[in-house]
């Protein structure tokens, strides 16, 4: 059974901060998505990776593929209330996406 | 372009009752999907579905929830009867093609509360 481990859990952090948030899988998947998920809402896809090793950027947001293709991390540079929700990795391969549980990130003003 | 479309958005019931959830995909998109969310978990694959042929339902309870998806568009979720830990957020989803990796489109969900 495919899994993926996201970590941490619950961060909460001062609006100014950088934070890292893992994704790790024992699994090789084809690409890995991240999502963001605000309350209330269904989450929302912010990037896809594909090559082992890619490095892609969103603004203030970085995120990187393992060069296995097995785990992944989305770095934020001084993160902002608004960057406050879920974030959710998905591992793709063949016909299926699978979800890690998430990590619930709080920017304090 | 319109969105994933659910209802309803809220719904109470008692346990052992019967609750049935609707879904409108994004036009022209192949794949949809079913998710179940527990409060402060990631999102459960209930079943996917390629136009109207099931590709995945292995993590459906086939003993209480049905989906169906007549014509290949709309799609609905059936959960008869319900228990508390059926209380959840069912999220539908679509996306164009049917291999993952694909952007999957998410509606705002339908809040499932089971008394």
């Known amino acids: 059974t495919q899994l993926l481990e996201q970590s941490p859990q619950f961060l909460s952090i001062q609006e100014g901060e950088n934070l890292t948030v893992y994704c790790n899988s024992s699994?090789?998947?084809?690409?890995l998505q991240w999502y963001r998920q605000e309350p209330g809402e269904g989450p929302v896809l912010l990037v896809t990776?594909?090559?082992?090793?890619e490095v892609k950027k969103l603004k203030r947001l970085t995120f990187q593929f393992g060069d296995a293709r097995k785990d992944s991390s989305l770095h934020i540079t001084a993160a902002q209330p608004g960057d406050t929700g879920l974030y959710l990795c998905?591992?793709?391969?063949?016909?299926?996406?699978?979800f890690g549980a998430g990590t619930r990130l709080f920017v304090k003003a | 372009e319109a969105g994933v479309a659910q209802s309803p958005r809220y719904k109470i019931i008692e346990k052992r009752q019967s609750v049935a959830f609707w879904c409108n995909p994004i036009?022209?998109?192949?794949?949809l999907y079913w998710y179940q969310q527990i409060l402060g978990q990631g999102p459960k694959l209930l079943i996917q579905?390629?136009?109207?042929?099931?590709?995945?339902d292995s993590q459906l309870p086939k003993d209480r929830f049905s989906a169906e998806r007549l014509k290949g568009v709309d799609s609905t979720l059936k959960i008869q009867p319900a228990k508390l830990e059926d209380s959840a957020v069912y999220l539908c989803?679509?996306?164009?093609?049917?291999?993952?990796?694909?952007?999957?489109?998410f509606g705002e969900g339908s809040w499932l509360t089971v008394v």
């Open positions: 989803a679509s996306s164009p093609g049917l291999y993952s990796g694909n952007t999957i489109y």
């Open positions: 699994s090789v998947f084809s690409s």
């Open positions: 990776v594909v090559t082992g090793g």
């Open positions: 998905a591992g793709a391969g063949g016909f299926k996406t699978i």
């Open positions: 036009s022209g998109h192949a794949t």
């Open positions: 579905f390629q136009n109207n042929g099931v590709v995945d």
